[in-house]
């Protein structure tokens, strides 16, 4: 053995390593960190909603310039509902509900003012909300309100208000630190109500009330008005249904949430990461080749000695030990190297998507780990039958 790296020692080439090491590391490093990203920014736009289940699809009219000129209004018609909900692929059909009067609102968090605004509250049949009957229950007079306020809102306060400030970030656990103050003008009437803050939603972008608060403060504040619903909230039976696009289309009516954007994009996403981990496996590949070739020389210029060497009783293996030790700690040097890169790259992107999804999971380097320590297997198995198969021919060699 000894001998054997005494020879081996005497031809190395340091650059030739060190430009295949740098090479396997630039490929294995791209490879990798595709896949973490992935895997980490995927969670954001496959992710359910807190608050309504994945076959619900909001629907709204679409109107074109001059519409309003025209008469056409944006409202849904009690016969286009019932059309709608003789429709195959139509389980059930909630309609959002408008206040018919004046809402001021002030939201804070932790002391620091957001909106001081006049804003609108909307709500649907309680059976479409994904919570706890207790948390969404509103009692006749009560200045408690429940309220699910779109995701936007806080996205905009995590990523600039207290991102600037260096106050804390806001998450599902923490929406106690949300102060909702609600003021209600209507019929010769004021009222001030507390907003309790439960969750967040994606797919909506308004401010979601319980049917019954919206019920009881319309007769209070709004009584004898009322107005057709301009959205829809609807339960699709069987959403690839290709019947759905056509209906929709024929009528005028398109899904105005932004889950079908979400699909496309999760759609690029997979394609990006796809071409950049192929770019990344092409360099791996290509970093393979000069490993090889580099372990081909050092063999060559000690054909004759380790020819030798085998006439005098080394086995092959025995041979071939120092050229494998020497491939599996460049790899394993590669590969340590790469997750260590990957790991710092994935902490500063991974704050940019936690401040803008706080609620979401922070996840870990394990798949990374795993797809490297895959490529280091796959790789140290190709050069060692790479090496095997050199040293075979030398063992046939000196017997001739």
Avoid at 149 to 156: A, C, E, G, K
Avoid at 229 to 244: A, K, Q, S
Wanted: charge should be neutral; proline fraction near 4%; include cysteine.
């Amino acid at each position: 053995m000894t001998l054997v790296w005494k020879l081996l020692r005497r031809h190395i080439c340091i650059p030739q390593f060190a430009g295949f090491a740098f090479a396997n590391l630039f490929g294995m490093a791209i490879v990798l960190l595709g896949y973490q990203f992935y895997r980490d920014v995927l969670p954001v736009f496959t992710s359910p909603d807190s608050f309504m289940k994945s076959n619900y699809v909001i629907l709204s009219k679409k109107i074109g310039a001059g519409s309003t000129l025209s008469g056409r209004t944006n409202s849904f018609t009690g016969a286009e509902i019932d059309n709608l909900a003789n429709q195959e692929f139509v389980g059930k059909i909630g309609r959002f509900t408008s206040t018919e009067y004046r809402v001021d609102a002030k939201m804070g968090i932790n002391g620091q003012p957001l909106i001081d605004s006049e804003l609108f509250f909307e709500s649907v049949p309680d059976g479409f909300v994904d919570t706890s009957s207790e948390a969404w229950k509103y009692e006749a007079g009560s200045r408690e309100v429940p309220i699910i306020l779109p995701r936007t809102y806080i996205n905009m306060y995590n990523f600039g208000f207290a991102q600037s400030h260096s106050l804390p970030k806001i998450s599902e656990g923490l929406v106690g630190m949300i102060d909702f103050h609600i003021f209600i003008h209507g019929n010769g009437r004021s009222d001030n109500f507390n907003g309790r803050v439960i969750g967040f939603s994606n797919r909506l972008n308004t401010i979601l009330v319980p049917q019954s608060f919206m019920d009881w403060s319309n007769s209070v504040y709004a009584p004898g008005r009322s107005s057709q619903p301009t959205r829809l909230i609807v339960e699709m039976t069987n959403p690839g249904d290709e019947n759905i696009a056509k209906y929709l289309d024929s009528r005028g009516i398109e899904v105005d949430d932004d889950k079908l954007q979400a699909e496309k994009t999760t759609y690029f996403l997979r394609m990006m990461v796809s071409v950049v981990m192929i770019v990344g496996g092409v360099i791996s590949v290509l970093s393979f080749y000069i490993l090889m070739l580099s372990i081909y020389l050092l063999v060559q210029k000690n054909t004759t000695k380790l020819e030798n060497l085998m006439l005098i009783g080394y086995s092959p293996l025995r041979v071939a030990v120092p050229y494998v030790v020497l491939t599996l700690c460049l790899n394993v040097l590669v590969l340590v190297v790469a997750l260590v890169a990957v790991s710092l790259v994935r902490n500063v992107y991974m704050d940019v998507i936690i401040t803008l999804f706080p609620q979401m999971a922070a996840g870990s380097l394990l798949p990374s780990v795993g797809l490297g320590l895959l490529l280091f297997a796959l790789v140290s198995l190709a050069n060692l039958f790479a090496i095997h198969r050199k040293m075979m021919r030398i063992w046939y060699r000196k017997d001739e």
